[in-house]
């Protein structure tokens, strides 16, 4: 299954639904619940859960299918012996990791596989121009930032991993309270992103990889609702530098539906003062109902990628000139303002 | 008129195998050994010369033996004997370091100095870029312990190599050391039969297996070759990265997942009944990770090490017992479960693997 990349049961469940027609709804229904499983099976498959009872099932099930069912995946057993392989890679460490600690392989089959539902399901997100990313050498996608959690991020790489037609994948620079947080640090470590600064940028772009950041940092991030689409300023344009001195061209992403999906309605100072925190957000439902308020609203997203801004037609110094990395940064932050504001004309409601 | 090497450190497993490395050298005349102990194993023809480097007596052996190559392994984060004392081994490192630089600089025979350091100059902190270069300044200094030793030491190299530019000065930062003779700190944590981590970080490691850093030592010692240049900072690591995770399931060790706090009076406790190193900065080496760029080794010292991170880690392991989880078993009950299956099950091809059995379970 060569081209089974991008999330092979997901691909086959749909393929064998456009050949199969008209089957049993009963069947179909069942698939479904199959596919929303599928993100928390794989979790479990990595705790060694019990597998012979498990595994010999799908072997009858398999048998009893493959007499109508063309099998593009080869059948329940075919994705049960991948299944065990992916597991048997993973109990005995028999896997790689590059200098960054990105995890390809655990980043495909799980980490993606927990956020699509939310991506596909929850936040229905469309995605517009992906094209415009190049499909090979390095890019620097440079996108807004926003809504309390850096949900748009995470949805950014979601979009690039499933929808680009070269097989991209985003590597996002973060900031350094993620690499503070236990845990938080270790899964984004694994899915690729790396600390925003311009060492780690530059290594990433020299090695021709697709660059994902958001120059609004905080500022964007923990804005009130009120200024909601008011791009922030753009941090001091060291990511236009950056693009400079590889040559990367810079592609602009505006992100329409990630600002509503937490009203911030105050910033409790105190709070965040305590606890080590850019910003306390406070919304209608955060803090007040714990946990159940850090539910995100199921906002309507569209992410809109620009056409590419080229890089490499200036001169070598052009990086240290201030003048054109504020003009580069302006015209990048001019663009996707424009691009927001026309999005949201676009939008029929911020729900649907 | 062959050359004399003086090698401090001696008495330690790498500074043995080194002494019996480089006397094989042809252009090599004599090697001399110096330690504060004898070390209990066989140094060859070379000479022993039982001298504390931190008193003055050392610029005498470098003058009476005529030495010309200096190389300064003396720099260590453990005590030779389990029951000597951190204040002991801060002093061997910086006051031996500055004794012996000041014995070099009367010297005026010594045309070449190599230091032994290690990638903790770098420290380790959140906010610091993923891989080190070797010109990165670190955000946060190491505060204290073998970090802050070797960050000393490199700043009296330095001063040393201003005062006298004839002499050529390489320092080699080491990545963690593995191998199945050696003993490091790194070795002695895998050592342990289940491996306390900490909670909620996974860091990236590299190591640097024996056998490489002695080659390496010994390119460094010798008159460089057509093309590279041995003089300068040179980070010294294998290939690759490896997660703890990982290293932990290729040797078959559990981890046991603990808060930093507890984890750092656990490592004192530890340490105090003489069990294993847990200092302050193989914790913060634990939490965050370390990983540096070895691009300068490859093209500048012209050096590629013979063993990766994970053939390190792998050559180590060998000499290691087989751990409470070895991954064999564990392969061997998955291929079981496999084998029941009627199909192709390839675990180490390029296929995009899934975990089907436990949806349609």
Known sequence: MADAKVIPFDEDGRRRRATEGAQGAGRAAGRGRDRDAGTGGAQAARAAAPVPEQARAPVEAAEADAADEPAPGGGWEAKAARGLAFLRRRVTGDYEVDDFGYDAELTDQVLMSVLRPVYESYFRVEVKGIENIPSDGAALVVANHSGTLPLDGLMLQVAVHDHHPADRRLRLLAADLVFMLPLVNELARKAGHTLACAEDAQRLLSSGEVVGVMPEGFKGLGKPFAERYKLQRFGRGGFVSTALRTGAPIVPCSIVGAEEIYPMLGNSRTMARLLGLPYFPVTATFPWLGPLGAVPLPTKWTIQFGEPIPTDGYAPEAADDPMLMFNLTDQVRETIQHTLYKLLVQRRSVFF | ?361
């Not at chain 2, 997660?243 to 399931?249: I, K, T």
């Open chain 2, 1 to 361: 008129m062959g050359k004399v090497v003086l090698v401090t450190g001696a008495a330690r497993q790498l500074g043995g195998r080194f002494v019996r490395r480089v006397q094989r050298d042809p252009d090599v005349d004599r090697v001399i050994g110096v330690d504060v102990v004898r070390p209990v194993h066989e140094l060859g023809d070379a000479e022993f010369v039982r001298a504390d480097i931190r008193q003055p007596t050392i610029s005498k052996v470098l003058v009476e033996h005529d030495v010309d190559t200096v190389v300064h392994m003396d720099v260590h984060g453990t005590p030779l004997s389990p029951r000597g004392s951190r204040t002991a081994v801060k002093e061997t490192n910086v006051i031996g370091t500055m004794q012996l630089l000041g014995g070099c600089q009367k010297a005026p025979r010594v045309r070449r100095l190599v230091v032994k350091s290690s990638i903790g100059v770098y420290g380790s902190a959140p906010r610091d870029p993923a891989v080190f270069d070797e010109n990165t300044p670190s955000k946060a200094l190491p505060s204290g312990g073998f970090a802050k030793d070797v960050v000393e030491v490199e700043g009296y190299v330095r001063g040393f190599a201003r005062r006298r530019p004839d002499v050529s000065v390489t320092v080699l930062r080491f990545a963690q050391l593995l191998g199945p003779t050696v003993d490091s700190p790194m070795g002695d944590y895998f050592s342990l039969p289940v491996l306390p981590t900490v909670l909620g970080y996974d860091p990236r490691l590299q190591f640097v297996h024996e056998d490489d850093a002695v080659e390496v030592l010994r390119l460094a010692s010798r008159e460089p070759a057509r093309g590279t240049f041995s003089a300068g900072t040179f980070n010294i690591a294998g290939d690759g990265v490896l997660l703890l995770s990982q290293c932990a399931r290729r040797l078959g060790r559990p981890t046991v997942p603990m808060l930093l706090p507890a984890i750092r009076w656990g490592g004192s406790a530890l340490r105090s009944v003489g069990l294993t190193d847990f200092s302050p900065e193989q914790v913060r080496l634990l939490t965050h990770g370390r990983v540096v760029r070895t691009a300068r080794m490859r093209d500048v010292l012209g050096f590629a090490p013979r063993f990766t991170t994970a053939e390190a880690l792998a050559d180590f392991g060998r000499a290691l017992d087989a751990g409470l989880l070895p991954p064999e078993r564990w392969a061997g009950a998955v291929d079981r479960v496999a084998a029941r299956l009627d199909a192709p099950y390839e675990y180490a091809g390029e296929h995009p693997a899934e975990e089907g059995q436990h949806r349609h379970g």
